[in-house]
Every structure is written in C-alpha cells, then in structure tokens.
T-cell receptor
C-alpha cells in the first residue's frame, strides 16, 4: 500500500496570509490526525477526523481548522498566519482508532 | 492525558543494545504506548506498540511493567543509521487524543 502523502512539502507564506495543507491517508484508513512540530514545543496534537467528522481537537486557536472529505483525504487550514506558525505539519492516518498511527513526510511551513 | 517524560539524549556505540525508558505516570486504562523514530525533516516512523508486558518485532522490543507507568524501548545491536530522535507516544483511545514525549536523541558512534 502507498503511504500517507502530504502536499505541498514546502511552503513559504507571509504574516496575515492563509494556507491550506493536504493529506491523503493510506488506502482504507478513515481516521486522519494532524500535528504541529516545532523545536520549542515538540509534537503537538491539532485535531483528528474520522468519517468526515472532527472527533477530537487539541489546544490550538480557532485560526487552525480542518476538514475531511468522503474519500478520507483531509485538509488543514491556517488563517491569519503568524511567525510562530512556522513549523513542520504532520498528518497521520489509522484504520479505525488511534492506536497505531502512520505518519506522512510532513509539510514544512515558513512564515515570513 | 498522560504526562510523558523521556531522556533528552543518549549515546551508544555500534553493536550495542540501547534501552530508552519513557515515564507515563498517569497513564489511563485505555491508553496504548507507541514508539516512533524520526530523522530530520521526515515524518515519524512507527517502530512498535504495546499495551502491557512485552512486545517484540523484527526491529525492537517493548517492555511494559504491570503498573504500566513506564515503558522501555530496546534496540538490539544498533548501527550508525539508528541515529535519530525516538518518541514515546501515549494514545488515549477514549478521548481520542495523543500525547508525545519530547523525544530522545540517540547518537550511535562507530
């Protein structure tokens, strides 16, 4: 099976802009989770979607949002970008619960 | 959610066995423990997962004591290519949330 794919792999934006990141899970997986990874804060859970519904959400401001489509692909959106949003954004998929998550390569976002 | 602590860094030599311990004192009944390996600018790669006792696969073993307040990842005979950051993850299946440790940077020397 193909692994989790994320696009784009790299992105440069300026403060105030918005950005949309995409994640395609492993075929057959219906749960997609998003994480933010920064040197200072480590890996932090953003949210998780299952069958097009957000089931869980981490402690991030409302500028961070997401959605999942009927084919399980997921998008994450960050509005009004801040310098501190510069990070590696990772998505992970599982087939049902969250016990075993498989990660994509990540999208490196740089906010200038 | 579980509070997770793991050593910041460890050094080893090629061919040695490496044990990395993760502390998760307030782990809940439905929590699973998973370990990941991450290289720079890549996503974490699944190594092994367990709930209790011992789990072994082709690359590692995971030891979980009866109280489940800690877990130990064991890497047999490490090589230079095992130099990476290793993360302990506790997944609360009821809340559907994951908590990562801060990662242990393992450096394998020749």
């Amino acid at each position: 099976k193909a692994g989790v794919t994320q696009t784009p792999r790299y992105l440069i934006k300026t403060r105030g802009q918005q950005v949309t990141l995409s994640c395609s899970p492993i075929s057959g997986h219906r749960s997609v989770s998003w994480y933010q990874q920064t040197p200072g804060q480590g890996l932090q859970f953003l949210f998780e979607y299952f069958s097009e519904t957000q089931r869980n959400k981490g402690n991030f401001p409302g500028r961070f949002s997401g959605r999942q489509f009927s084919n399980s692909r997921s998008e994450m959106n960050v509005s009004t970008l801040e310098l501190g949003d510069s990070a590696l954004y990772l998505c992970a998929s599982t087939d049902r619960g969250m016990e075993t998550q498989y990660f994509g390569p990540g999208t490196r976002l740089l906010v200038l | 959610l579980a509070k997770i602590t793991q050593p910041i860094s460890m050094d080893s030599y090629e061919g040695q066995e490496v044990n990395i311990t993760c502390s998760h004192n307030n782990i809940a009944t439905n929590d699973y423990i998973t370990w990941y390996q991450q290289f720079p600018s890549q996503g974490p790669r699944f190594i092994i997962q367990g709930y209790k006792t011992k789990v072994t696969n082709e690359v590692a073993s995971l030891f979980i004591p009866a109280d489940r307040k800690s877990s130990t990842l064991s890497l047999p005979r490490v090589s230079l290519s095992d130099t990476a950051v290793y993360y302990c993850l506790v997944v609360n299946t009821n809340a559907g949330k994951s908590t990562f440790g801060d990662g242990t940077t393992l450096t394998v020397k020749p």
